[in-house]
């Protein structure tokens, strides 16, 4: 590559600063297996204003200034040495490792980010940078919930998905129609397993489109007793819990559930512990997304390489939920966090470049 281009960031310069700071930032090369995405699209998530708002009481690892974001789609500008994947021009989706590396060069809220290879997937024509910008961060909480060794242990998806679905067993996953529920929805079918989930009942037929084969409202008082009517009899899985009272939800049903086989294990995204003690025979572990979630041979590197591309290409995964375009430039992106904080419900609050 010839003269390395100027690249601008939005940094976050120390602890509780408001708003982001728009400056220059260092462009940075790739070295072995990685990319450099010059990025179309961001998308935005609660950890990013989280941050700026809580300042050290969450993630307190991290060293100032810094540069958050992990939803990034864009096109490849440069490919690094041993990189075999890619090429300069092709359009990628791909989760920025900052936060997980702790690594400011490797945030989202920049016009350049270096990726790791393995962290990345080419983009079908028929897939805006928008639209693919709110799967980034979903993909790697999802997946490594889902199918890390650590958590639920679920085999990986695959493209085509196995013919016989549901052999595998059931999982419920609640949140369906939150951003990292659409993805655990998408990826735990393509992976062979039925799933079970909880929406309002506004997105009851959204989350049904993913591939739930039912979907309960989170908010009624029979919930517990209506899921475990469906999945008495079933060989569960495990839970996958995203929103508020739903570890309590979940715990409830896999402490009582009459069935074959019962992991009773709950993997936590996100989402407060409702009122009333959990069964003490149901493990829960929060996902933590350190620097092995995103290391070369973890399961978000199988799922970027061996799955997201055909998915994407032949639609059995679709990026979801639909994104909010916000505004254009890096200065937008404080505007967004704004939006964020208000609540979202089936979209993505997205900026483009």
Known sequence: ????????????????VNPLSISSAPYTAPGHHQIVVKNS??????????KQLIGEGLLGHIRYPFILGEDI???VVEVGDGVDRFNVGDRVIATAS????????????????VVREWMAARLPDSITFEQASVLPLALLTASHG?????????????????Q???DKGTVIITGGSSAVGSTAI????????????????????????????????????????DISAVVKGLHLTGGYSIGDGSINLLAAVLAKHDGPSTNKF???AGGQLGSGAVDPSVEVKFILLGPDAIGADSVISKVYTNYLPDALLNGQFVPAPEPVVVGKGLEKIQEAFGIHMQGVSAKKIVVSL
């Open 266 to 268: 709950i993997a936590l």
């Open 164 to 166: 016989e679905s549901g």
């Open 41 to 50: 699209a961001l998308g935005i998530n609660s950890v990013d204003w989280a």
């Open 1 to 16: 590559m010839g003269q390395r281009p100027e690249n601008k960031a939005a940094w976050l310069p120390a602890s509780k």
């Open 186 to 225: 998408q990826l735990a079918v393509s992976a062979g397993y039925d799933v079970i989930s909880t929406a309002s009942l506004k997105n009851f037929e959204y989350v049904k489109n993913l591939g739930a084969s039912y979907v309960f409202d989170y908010k009624s008082e029979t919930v517990v007793d």
């Open 73 to 75: 789609a864009g096109t």
């Open 98 to 113: 900052a936060i997980s590396a702790n690594d400011a060069l490797e945030g989202g809220f920049q016009l350049y980010t």
């Open 146 to 162: 889902l199918f890390d060794s650590d958590y639920l242990g679920l085999d990986l998806p695959s493209a085509p998905a196995p």
